[in-house]
C-alpha cells in the first residue's frame, strides 16, 4: 500500500506541472550540464515533498487502523498428562564394613600375609604377632590340663563308689576347671596374635609395615573395606515424611563416574532431628563392578508424588498479585482472525518439575493460556494469537 501512495504521489506532481515541463530523458538528450544539475535539484526537492507527504499519510493509516494496535501473543493449551514429580537431594555413598584393625596385643608384626587391593575372605589369616613365647606356655598348660583333668575322673569314678573322701574330689574337680580355664584364657591372649579378616573386602590400605612394633588399641594395621553392601545416607526436611517413605523409587546419580542407578529406600529414620527439622532415610546402592567408593558424592531423585492425569503449564508464565494469590491469562472469544480477549485466571498450583507445574484449581483441561506476551497484558485486552 504505501507503493501505491508514493506513485499516485509522484504523478499527481508530473499532472500538476502541466505539459511544459522537460522528462529526464529529454534533458539528458540535450547535454546541458546546467540543465541537467537543475533537473537533478528539482527531483530532489519532489523526493523530499513526497517522503513528508507520505509519512503524514502512514501516520493517519496508524490511527484509524485498531489492528496495528493489537499487542501480539502466542498460546499453550493446558492439557493432562502423567507427572512424576521427583525430590531432589544430595548425600555421600558409605558402608557398613569399612573398618581399620587394631593390634590387640602387644609386639613385633612379624608377618604380613596380604597386600593393598587384595580381596579377602571372613576369618582369612591376614597377619600375625610375634607372641613371645605363648603359644609355648599354652601347649605347657594343655599336658597340665590333661593330667588334672585325668586325675578328676578317676576322683570322680571313686566317688561315684563311695570311695575316698568328697574332699578329694572336690579338689580334683576345682583343680581341673582352673586349669581348663587357664588353657581357654592363654588361648584368648594367643588369637589376638593373629590378625584376621572380620568380613569378606578388599585390603584397602596396609598402614603398619612388617617388622614394626605393635601396642593393643594404639596401632593401625590395616584398613578393610567391603564394597558390596554400599549405601547413601541423606537427611530429607519433615514435610516429606509421608511420601518419602520405605520401599520409595530412586534415581541415584554419579556426577564423577557419569553414570546412574535406579533403587529403593531401604529405611527411613522415625526419628526428627530438632535441629533441621529433617529425618535421615538409607539408600541401598548395587554395586557389581565396585566402581562406587566410599563417600563418593551422589545426586538423589526420589520419588515422592505421581499423579496419572496432572494439568500442566508452564512455570514461566505464572504471576503473584499483592495478596500472593497466583494467576495467569487466558482467551476467549477468538475470532478467524485470530483476535481475542484476555482474561486473568487465580489458579492453585501443586508441585512443579523442570518448567512445568502442575494446576490444582482455575483452568480446565483444553484452556488456551498466553506463553509469549503473557507479562505485557491486562485483563480485559483485546490481543492477536500469532502462531510460530
Known sequence: MKHIYTIAAFAFLLISCGGKEQTVEQVLSEGNLENIRAKRSEIEEKQVAISKQLKLIDEKIAELDDSKKLPLVTTVSAKTENF????????????????VIFSETSGILQDVYVKEGQHVSKGQL???????????????SEIQLALTKTTFERQKRL?????????QYLQAKSTFEAQEQAVNQLKTQLA???????FSGVIDDIITEQGSVVSPGQSQLMRIVNLKNMYIETEVPENYIKSVVEGKDV??????LGTSVDTKIRQASNFINP????FKVEVAVPNKDENIKPNLTAKLKINDYTSENALLIPLSIISENANGEQYIYVISNKNDKG???????IIET????????EVLSGIENGTEIIKEGARSVRDGQTVKVIKY
Open 126 to 140: 591376614l597377619a600375625k604377632i610375634d607372641d613371645g613365647g605363648l603359644e609355648q606356655q599354652v601347649s605347657q
Open 84 to 99: 512424576v514429580h521427583f525430590l531432589e537431594l544430595q548425600g555421600s555413598v558409605q558402608t557398613k564394613e569399612n573398618i
Open 339 to 345: 483476535e481475542a480477549t484476555v482474561n486473568r485466571a
Open 192 to 198: 589376638k596374635a593373629a590378625i584376621t579378616a572380620p
Open 251 to 256: 534415581k541415584v546419580e554419579f556426577p564423577i
Open 350 to 357: 501443586g508441585k512443579s518439575q523442570n518448567d512445568v507445574i
Open 159 to 167: 566317688w561315684d563308689q563311695k570311695i575316698g573322701s568328697e574332699i
Open 275 to 278: 535441629a533441621n527439622r529433617t
